[in-house]
T-cell receptor, first 113, second 115 residues
């Protein structure tokens, strides 16, 4: 059973469109992180959310942590081709090393010019 | 550049070969990790090292043998691998202090193909 489920698995949109990807679980997380991974590279951390209901913004990206700390969403406004990549969410079940996070299976985003 | 360097970037090996993957971090971190990333599967944590000591082995087959000579270097020794071991192997590091907003830094990975 997948602890963290991401949806959609694949998303292909035109430049300028908005999109939201989701990360859902039945477990409560101490913190949740979002990463972006480009082809041929490792994941790069975008944001960490730790408080239920927390909203963080990174330029055109808006991250939200669910009130119950079981789910999260990533919203991208006016997507650009440079946003193309694999988006991964990762949750920590307790206060422990960041490397022990449980990863979702990712959302592959393609933004066409 | 994340401060975590992996070599080689690509590796093709036969099932009878012995090879090693190398990871080096220049971030002063105390924890280092090996992950396996296969197509259509979540990242799988393989090994965890804290202050050079292995603290976790997630039921990884013995054909994968990690080595951590110091806090900055991590190796993954490979021998008699199977075709299903073909994947992207990622190294990562973190401070290792166990705080919930601790950041994880990944290398670019080694794309391994076992023939």
């Amino acid at each position: 059973t997948q602890l963290l489920e991401q949806s959609p698995q694949f998303l292909s949109i035109q430049e300028g469109e908005n999109l939201t990807v989701y990360c859902n679980s039945s477990s409560v997380f101490s913190s949740l992180q979002w990463y972006r991974q480009e082809p041929g590279e490792g994941p790069v951390l975008l944001v960490t959310v730790v408080t239920g209901g927390e909203v963080k913004k990174l330029k055109r990206l808006t991250f939200q942590f669910g009130d119950a700390r079981k789910d999260s969403s990533l919203h991208i406004t006016a997507a650009q081709p440079g946003d193309t990549g694999l988006y991964l969410c990762a949750g920590l079940l307790s206060n422990t090393n960041a490397g022990k996070s449980t990863f979702g299976d990712g959302t592959t985003l393609t933004v066409k010019p | 550049e994340t401060g975590v360097t992996q070599t080689p970037r690509h590796l093709v090996m036969g099932m009878t070969n012995k090879k090693s993957l190398k990871c080096e971090q220049h971030l002063g971190h105390n924890a280092m990790y090996w992950y396996k990333q296969s197509a259509k599967k979540p990242l799988e944590l393989m090994f965890v090292y804290n202050f050079k000591e292995q603290t976790e082995n997630n039921s990884v087959p013995s054909r994968f043998s990690p080595e951590c000579p110091n806090s900055s270097h991590l190796f993954l020794h490979l021998h008699t691998l199977q075709p299903e071991d073909s994947a992207l192997y990622l190294c990562a590091s973190s401070l290792g202090q166990g705080i919930r907003n601790e950041k994880l830094f990944f290398g670019s990975g080694t794309q391994l193909s076992v023939l």
